[in-house]
């Protein structure tokens, strides 16, 4: 029903910056949130960040301060913006949608993940 297109990943050094993107297609109809995850070799998946579908956010608080979670609903696309990079911050990152239906039936879809590297 949902498919979702991850960019933006890749190789920095401490200290810089990346944007990821997340486009989503499909069914977009009752899509309650979008968020990004994030897993380290050796460890669980774990929130990033999370917008929903009113606007508010949530960012766990070692990302606060640092990333940014966004989107443009014109184009059906969310981002994230990661500034002060840090090595511990190299993990595949994943984007989420969920969906929340009038039984209480909930979905959820996953994007490819995108490796992000940072170097020390």
């Known amino acids: 029903q949902v498919q979702l297109v991850e960019s933006g990943g890749g190789l920095v050094q401490a200290g810089g910056s990346l944007r990821l993107s997340c486009v989503a297609s499909?069914?977009?109809?009752?899509?309650?949130?979008m968020a990004w995850y994030r897993q380290a070799p050796g460890k669980q998946r774990e929130l990033v960040a999370a917008?929903?579908?009113?606007?508010?956010?949530d960012y766990a608080d070692s990302m606060k301060g640092r990333f940014i979670i966004s989107r443009d609903n014109a184009k059906n696309t969310a981002f994230l913006q990661m500034n002060s990079l840090k090595p511990e911050d190299t993990a595949v990152y994943y984007c989420?949608?969920?969906?929340?239906?009038?039984?209480?039936?909930?979905?959820?879809?996953w994007g490819q993940g995108t490796q992000v590297t940072v170097s020390s």
């Open positions: 917008i929903r579908s009113g606007g508010s956010t």
């Open positions: 499909g069914r977009l109809h009752s899509i309650n949130s």
């Open positions: 989420n949608a969920e969906k929340l239906f009038r039984d209480g039936t909930v979905y959820q879809y």
